[in-house]
């Protein structure tokens, strides 16, 4: 299992400090979009203002989605 840290970065920051585990980078990536989905459904000031950010820190990657 490989370990993904989601944060927000944005007119919103948040640090994930402990991460979720995932098979792969597809999986972690489908579940950063439903988590951009949810936050731009429950908090529309951040549409357009803030990614959700996952970081694969043992590979030094970086994803951003856009809420």
Do not use: C, H
């Not at 979720?20 to 439903?34: D, G, I, K, S, V």
């Not at 820190?57 to 994803?63: G, H, I, N």
Request: zero cysteines; proline letters at 3%; aromatic letters at 12%.
């Amino acid at each position: 299992m490989l370990r993904f840290y989601f944060s927000l970065a944005g007119q919103q920051n948040v640090d994930d400090p402990f991460g979720l585990a995932f098979e792969n980078e597809l999986q972690a990536f489908r579940a950063a979009e439903r988590f951009a989905r949810e936050l731009a459904s429950t908090q529309p000031s951040l549409r357009g203002t803030t990614s959700v950010v996952v970081t694969r820190k043992d590979r030094d990657e970086t994803y951003l989605i856009g809420v």
